[in-house]
Every structure is written in C-alpha cells, then in structure tokens.
C-alpha cells in the first residue's frame, strides 16, 4: 500500500514540473531576436513584406495573446500535434517519429558496448586487483575519458574509415555503420561503470558472506560468482539511468558521423531555425528523463521496501 | 595552512597547476607570444609543414596554427573561466537567498532548481541555443542558465549547514545585520566548497564550449577556437589527417590537468569527503 502511496504521490510532483518545461520551451521562443513568422516566411524563400508577414502571423496563430497561444500549444502537443515543420511543412511529430529509432538503435548497441566492456573489465581488474594489468588499464580507461568525444570520433574515423577503410565514415547503411559511433559514445561512459563495478566488487570481497564462503572450501570461481551477482545489483540500476542520459547525448556523435537520429534533427532545426521541432525535441527530452527517474525510483523501491517506506 | 602543504606534496597537483598556469598566461598573452596574426590567411603557405616560421605548422587557409591554438586559449578556456564565474555568482546568490531566506523564498527557488535539474544540462543549452540561435554570446548564456540551480542546490545546503553554528548565533545575537553575517561569516565559510565545485566543473565548462563549437553552434569563423578548429580539421580529414593534432590534444590536456586539479584540491581540503568518484581508493 505504501509503495501505491509513494508512486502516487511522485507522479503528482511530476506535474508542475512538466508544467514548468512546457513554459519554458514555449517562452524562450518569444526571447528570440528574431520574429517567428518572419523565420518561416524566410525559409520558404517568401519575401517578408509586412503584408505577408502579417497574414503569416495570423496562420501561426502569433496574433493571439501570449498565454493563449501557450494553451493552444500545450494543448495540441498533449494531442501529439506539435505542429508543422517550418522548413518543409511535414509534421514534426512524423519527422521526430522517423528519427527516433535510428537513435534508439545506436543507443541500443552503445549500451551493449558498455555494458559487456566495463562489466568484463571490472570483473578482471577486481579479482586481479593492483595487478600490473589492472593498473595499466585503469590508466588506459582514464586517459581515454578525458578525450573530448569530438575528437575521439573524428580520430576514429580516421583510423577506420580512412586508414584502413573497415567501416563506413559516415550515415546508416547496414549493420557497420553503426559500430564507430557506438564506440565513441561508449567510450564516454565506460570509465564509470567499469569503476562502479571494480569498486564494488572489491567491496563486496571484504563481506563476511565471502569468508564464510572461503572458510567453507568453497572454489574462488564460485565465490566470484556470488560477489559478482551482489555488486551487479547496484550498478544496473545506474546503467539504467544512464539510457535517458545516452539519448539525449548522442547530439555530437550523430552530427560527426551523420547518423540521422534525434541528435542531428534537432541541430539541423537550430540551424534552420525550425522552432516547432526544437519546442518538441525540448519538451520530449524533458517528458524522458522525468518518466525515466520515476520509473528507476519505483522500481528500487519496489526492489528495496526500506526506500519506499523512507519517503 | 594545512591546505597548501598536501597540494606541495602531491606531484600530480603542482603539474596540473602549472601547465593551467602556463595555458592562462599564454591566452592573457597571445598578442606577444603568437608569431602570426591568426587570422591572416596566406593561401601559398596552406598546410605548411612544421617550420621555424609556423612552428606548428598552418591549416587550410595558411594561418598560422600555433597563433590560432593561442589566440583559442582566449575563447575557449578564459571564455569557460569566465563563465564559471558567472555560473558560480549567480548560484551563490540564488543558493545563499534561498538557504538564508527560508520559508516561502527557500520553497521557491528550489521548485525552480527542481525543474532545470530534472533533465541534464545539454539538454537544456542545446535548447536554449536553439531558441536564442547559435553564437558565443548565446552559447555562454545557456551554460549559465543551464547550470546555476546545480550550484545554488548544492551552496543552499552548505549555507543551511553553516547557519546554526554557534558564531552565526552570536553575530546575529550581537545585532549584526544579515548583509554583515553573510559578507564576513558565511562567504568565507562556504568558499572553500565553491572553490573544489568550480575547478571540478571547468572542465566540464571547456568541453561543453568547445563542443557546442565543433558543431558550428558557438564561435563562428574565422574567429580561432580549439573546437571550432578542430571542426575545420575534420573537413580536411583525408587528405591532412595532423591537422587534428593539435587543438585536440589542447582539450585533452587542459580538460585533464582541471580534472586531476580538482580532485587533488578535494583530497587536500577533506580527504575523507569526494564529490566526484573520479579519484578511487588506491
């Protein structure tokens, strides 16, 4: 019961922040230097004279009163209408639809990238603790972190596409195209879960269950496998956080290698000034990571009654 | 002064300072250090190689990399200084308002931090570039207001925390005024937290900048910056491949020695305390 209380309780929060987004997505519009209207007319390669402009405004509805316009807005967009695209007069919710799941697909595999690597990783480097290999590595994760991931892809695409011409430089044609990028923005996260992991697990090598383990003759492979299972635990909740996280960052990944993603769309819309798909992409992103921690939220303390009696 | 005998013994510290040290003052003095004007094109001496005259050899229009690399310091580390430091204002004041004030003050700023912070940072500068439109000035706008609630939650509670001490009591007992005790009592009391906060998110700062750059959203050309250059870099990627040397490993270093600074600065002040796990237990 308590658990329904708490999740009850957490959605209600959800409200006046989504309700906070919204606004701001929608006001930041009005800070602009430049006139919306003027924008699409421009873009359309119309030229702007004040009459076209004006009937402009009244077909983008810029005529109406601020706060009007914002519950006209929010309405349409909880409808899944966020209007239509400047440039090329598509709906925005179809553009997004079309480049929603090239994104999901490269992050789908960057978490896999990350995931095996830092978990494979960790294990080594804990069970071999202060081995010269762990510490060659964990310098090697380090100093690879540290790397801008803009430069690390650009270097990537050097090696691979160009050098040695095994992958494709750039776009989505066919299962290759998808392994630079997954790297380069794998490459950004793994040091952090790979530490999350190793720390654990040399944590977990201290707990009385592991002597009681050891003291019953039990064999180290065995042994291993309970400490891992117990520090796992622990870090696929913050690999699960991490997905909210790696969609929304694939912003300078899909730009350099050209991935048509969510990323992209929405840079290529700054350029263009295409404020519809810039209002959605804000608002999405935001309604993702709000859905995304309520779930992480409920489902630890589904996992852990003593969170959700806390709260 | 405890503090500065851990920072002396810790080798790694003293590097980092120094070569932060060294990038600083060859930004402040770019115009006396760099052997060309790094805008002036020179198209008969494009891709130089390393000379005594370009000692880092010229990009694709003949400009004088070294120049561009020092002149880029200007932009992309001063101009992340700067804007820490615009960050950092701004969260103080809303953080020590709202830990200070109390009440319906404290409620509200937090619920504002509640929504900024409910999704990351790039999220929002990436909107708020959009909304405004790309350009430098803009770019620095969003990573403040991208990035202030973060400091104000986090000096908020740090002022809560020093506020019930007892020499607080006894300032405002002895009918200081708030200004007063917030000036001589509070300030320095929570300068040492804003100090670790703001060297551990330089270069977070830089990157941030620089990417946003690299995309063509911040500095636009032919002003020199290491992300903006590193985008023309990878214009030319196949015929000169070098050109993305330098300004890329410029970041590493930088963005490294702030990384490494700061978590010495951490373990120098409260070893037992860490902000970041970037520093594991050895």
Redesign the interface.
Known sequence: MRIKNYLIQRVIAIIPILIGISFLAFFLISLSPSDPAEVALRVQEITPTPEVVKSMRCELGLDKPLLIRYANWLRASLHGDFGKSYINNRLVINEIGNAIPPTLALVAVTLAIISSVSIVAGILCAVHEGSAGDIIFRGLIFWITAMPSFWVGLLLMWLFSVKFNWFPTSGMEGFTSVILPAVTLSLTYISTYFRLIRNNMIQNKQENYVLYARSLGLKERTITRHILKNSLQSSLTALGMSIPKLIAGTVIVENIFAWPGIGRLCVSAIFNRDYPIIQAYVLLMALLFVVCSLVVDFLSALLDPRLGLEV | MLFWQRIKSDTLAIICISIILAVLLSGVFAPFIAPHDPLKPDLKAKFAQISREYPLGTDHLGRCTLSRLLYGIRTTVLLSLLTMAATLSVGTLFGIVAGFGGGRVDETVM??C??LL???S??MI?????????GLANVVFASIAAKWAWYARMIRSTVIQHKSKNHIYFARVSGCSSLHIIQKHLLPAIACDITVLATLDTGWVI?SI??LS????GVQAPTPEW?MM?NE??NI??TH?CQ?LV??LA??TT??SF?FLGDSIQDALEPKRNYS?SR??R
Request: proline residues 9%; aromatic residues 4%; hydrophobic residues 50%.
């Open positions: 619920r504002l509640d929504i409910s999704f990351p790039e999220v990436l909107a708020i570039v959009g909304m405004l439109g790309p990157l620089s990417g690299f995309l063509s959203l992300g590193l870099a990878k990627m196949t491949p993305m300004p890329g970041i590493l963005v490294a990384n796990e594991e237990k």
